[in-house]
């Protein structure tokens, strides 16, 4: 991907996230008590928010000079798959954790159910972002979505 053009990266990067993360998954456990009340459109519209959401931020991953070298650090056993901690060392000597929670099958062998980068889950930011997005639009779930789209990354 990162040989791409500018311009084909965004969609190089929105198949990777649907062929990486179980975007159902993720977009159910944003909802939360929520969920039942979507509308088949609204929960794919939410799922299709996750995911615009991530392959922007991968895109702009893909737009830092130099690489990084990785190690498995840890990984421990959990119901229904794995939790695997990676420290990344960039060429300038920061560290970063980040920690896959995977499970069997899917495009790689393995599908992605959660990620969190030094302490910061994916599902929790979703999820406190959306139930904020919820609260600014009075509880109007279709209103929700489409704020919660605007939120970006930080």
Do not use: Y
Not at 32 to 46: D, V, Y
Not at 112 to 122: H, K, Q, T
Not at 141 to 154: D, G, N, T, V
């Amino acid at each position: 991907m990162e040989r791409l053009s500018d311009g084909k990266r965004p969609s190089a990067c929105r198949d990777f996230v649907h062929q990486v993360l179980d975007t159902s998954g993720v977009a159910k456990a944003v909802a939360s008590t929520h969920w039942s009340a979507l509308r088949s459109e609204l929960k794919g519209s939410l799922i299709s928010t996750i995911v615009s959401r991530l392959a922007r931020e991968c895109v702009n991953l893909l737009s830092r000079m130099g690489s990084a070298s990785a190690s498995i650090a840890r990984v421990r056993e959990i119901p229904g798959g794995l939790r695997m901690t990676v420290a990344l060392r960039e060429a300038d000597g920061r560290e970063t954790l980040v920690v896959w929670t995977i499970r069997p099958g899917g495009a790689f062998a393995w599908t992605a159910l959660d990620l969190s980068v030094d302490g910061r889950g994916m599902r929790a930011t979703f999820k406190s972002d959306f139930e904020s997005a919820l609260m600014a639009t009075g509880g109007n779930l279709e209103r929700a979505i489409e704020q919660f789209s605007r939120i970006s990354l930080k």
